[in-house]
């Protein structure tokens, strides 16, 4: 069965500078998609940044960009010059092309340091 | 605006007592989905419809009934709400399986019980 890890349960970083939240997943399929959503203390969930697991190119947005690694299926998020507004928890998605359903990470919590 | 639309947003119930989470889309999506998410869980997911017809238990439906009223409408009912049950509920729609956009997700339910 696929699953999605998130090692890290909490983490912080200082406004304006750069943080990494990881993940990993488990799959055997070779076509997939994978997301990370954000939920800001409004608690909306958010999509932040989507990869298709064809392309190798990294996915980016903005502030926002994803370290792809298929063979290692690691699929990290990079939050460039940090705001306030980042502060949130972010959760990890995978979703295979055969099934109904996302699969979802544990979730990290993301504290901004003013 | 397009999107998911979930009622009420806070609902406080006695142990006991029944009542139904409603969820409407307007994009025109195939799937439905109802998540609860609890402290340190992450999202864990209660019942899905894939399509118009169709309901499937997730990880968690004991306690919970679902109907998919017509494309548009996916309601979740409480029969007998248990403290086991206090939680923040999320409905979510999207076009599909394999559908590269995702989950757009409603604002959420936070529902108690005592």
Same mark, same amino acid.
């Given at each position: 069965a696929q699953t999605v890890t998130q090692s890290q349960p909490e983490m912080s970083v200082q406004e304006a500078e750069t943080v990494t939240l990881s993940c990993t997943y488990d799959t055997s399929e070779s076509d997939y998609y994978l997301f990370w959503y954000k939920q800001p203390p409004s608690r909306q969930m958010i999509l932040v940044i989507r990869q298709e697991a064809y392309k190798q190119q990294n996915a980016t947005e903005n502030r926002f960009s994803v370290n792809f690694q298929k063979a290692a299926k690691s699929f990290s998020l990079k939050i460039s010059d940090?705001?306030?507004? /980042?502060?949130a928890m972010y959760f990890c998605a995978y979703w295979g092309t055969s099934y109904d359903k996302v699969i979802f990470g544990p979730g990290t919590s993301l504290s901004v340091i003013p | 605006n397009a999107g998911v639309t979930q009622t009420p947003k806070f609902q406080v119930l006695k142990t006991g007592q029944s009542m139904t989470l409603q969820c409407a889309q307007d994009?025109?999506?195939?799937s439905m989905y109802w998540y609860r998410q609890d402290p340190g869980m992450g999202l864990r997911l209660i019942y899905y419809s894939a399509s118009e017809g169709t309901t499937d238990k997730g990880e968690v439906p004991n306690g919970y009934n679902v109907s998919?009223?017509?494309?548009r409408e996916f309601s979740l009912r409480l029969e007998s709400a248990a403290p086991s049950q206090t939680s923040v509920y999320f409905c979510a729609s999207s076009g599909?399986?394999?559908? /590269?956009?995702g989950y757009t997700f409603g604002s959420g339910t936070r529902l108690t019980v005592v």
């Open positions: 940090s705001q306030l507004g /980042d502060a | 994009m025109n999506h195939n998919r009223l017509n494309k599909g399986r394999g559908t /590269d956009y």
